[in-house]
C-alpha cells in the first residue's frame, strides 16, 4: 500500500523560530493535506493542496505541494506556545478504489520553549 | 452547529468484552470514516461509508470489528471479543461527498482493553 515518511519525528524550538517539516511518498498523490492534533483532540485541517507546484500560506503557515506530487512541507514561521501539537501529513489518490481514503504519515512532535 | 460527536469519550473493558463506539457526524455530511491512532501505527482508516453505504472496509484488522451505519445521523463500531491490541483511540469523522480534504474529526474514544 501507500506510504507517507514524515520527518522530523519531533521538533523542540525555541518561541519566534521558524519550523519546518516534510512529506515523502513512495507513490503520487493529488491532493497535500495538512493536520494539527492537540492533546485529546481529534486532528484540524490546517492547509489543502491540489496542484503540483502549489503554494500555500494559512496566516504563519505555508505548505507547498511538491512538484513530483510525491512530496509536501510545511513551514510555520515565528513559532509561539500554542503551536505545540502533533503535524501530521496526509495524501489522497482518488484513482480507482482509493476515492475517499486518506493516508496520514506518522506526525511531528512540535515542542515550543516560551 | 455540532462537530462531530462521539461517545464515550474513555471506556475501559477487560479482555473478551464487548465493545461498542457511537458517532454522529455533522448534520448534512454524507461520508462517514472510521480511524484507530496508536503510537505503533500512526492514524489508520478502518473503513468509511458513503450516504450509509460502507464504501471500503479494508482497514478493518479482522473479523472482531464491525461497523454499522444505520442512518445518515448515526455509526457504531463494534468489537467483539476485545483485546489487549486494540487498545487504541478511535476517531470518527465526517465529510461532505466530493470533499475529502475537509474531513472533520471527533474528539475520539480512547479505549483501554486489560
Known amino acids: 500500500g501507500q506510504q507517507l515518511n514524515q520527518s522530523p519525528q519531533s521538533m523542540f524550538i525555541q518561541e519566534g523560530e521558524d519550523v519546518s517539516m516534510n512529506c515523502t511518498s513512495s507513490s503520487i498523490f493529488n491532493t497535500w493535506l495538512w493536520y494539527k492534533q492537540e492533546p485529546g483532540e481529534g486532528p484540524v485541517l490546517l492547509i489543502a493542496l491540489y496542484k503540483a507546484g502549489e503554494l500555500t500560506s494559512n496566516g504563519r503557515l505555508t505548505a507547498q505541494f511538491g512538484i513530483t506530487r510525491k512530496d509536501s512541507f510545511l513551514n510555520i514561521s515565528a513559532s509561539i506556545p500554542s503551536d505545540v501539537g502533533i503535524y501530521f501529513c496526509a495524501g489522497h489518490d482518488a484513482g480507482g478504489t482509493s476515492y475517499g481514503k486518506l493516508t496520514f504519515g506518522q506526525g511531528t512532535i512540535l515542542t515550543v520553549h516560551p | 452547529d455540532a462537530g462531530v460527536i462521539q461517545s464515550p469519550r474513555h471506556e475501559v473493558t477487560e479482555m473478551g468484552q464487548e465493545v461498542t463506539l457511537r458517532c454522529k457526524p455533522i448534520?448534512?455530511?454524507?461520508?462517514l470514516f472510521w480511524y484507530r491512532q496508536t503510537m505503533m501505527r500512526g492514524l489508520e482508516l478502518l473503513i468509511y461509508f458513503n450516504n450509509n453505504v460502507p464504501i471500503d472496509d479494508s482497514g478493518m484488522p479482522e473479523d472482531r470489528f464491525s461497523a454499522k451505519m444505520p442512518n445518515a445521523s448515526f455509526s457504531t463500531l463494534k468489537i467483539q471479543p476485545s483485546e489487549p491490541r486494540d487498545s487504541a483511540v478511535y476517531f470518527c469523522?465526517?465529510?461532505?461527498?466530493?470533499?475529502?480534504?475537509?474531513?472533520?474529526f471527533g474528539p475520539g474514544t480512547r479505549l483501554l482493553v486489560l
Open positions: 469523522a465526517s465529510s461532505l461527498r466530493g470533499a475529502i480534504e475537509t474531513q472533520y
Open positions: 448534520s448534512g455530511h454524507n461520508s
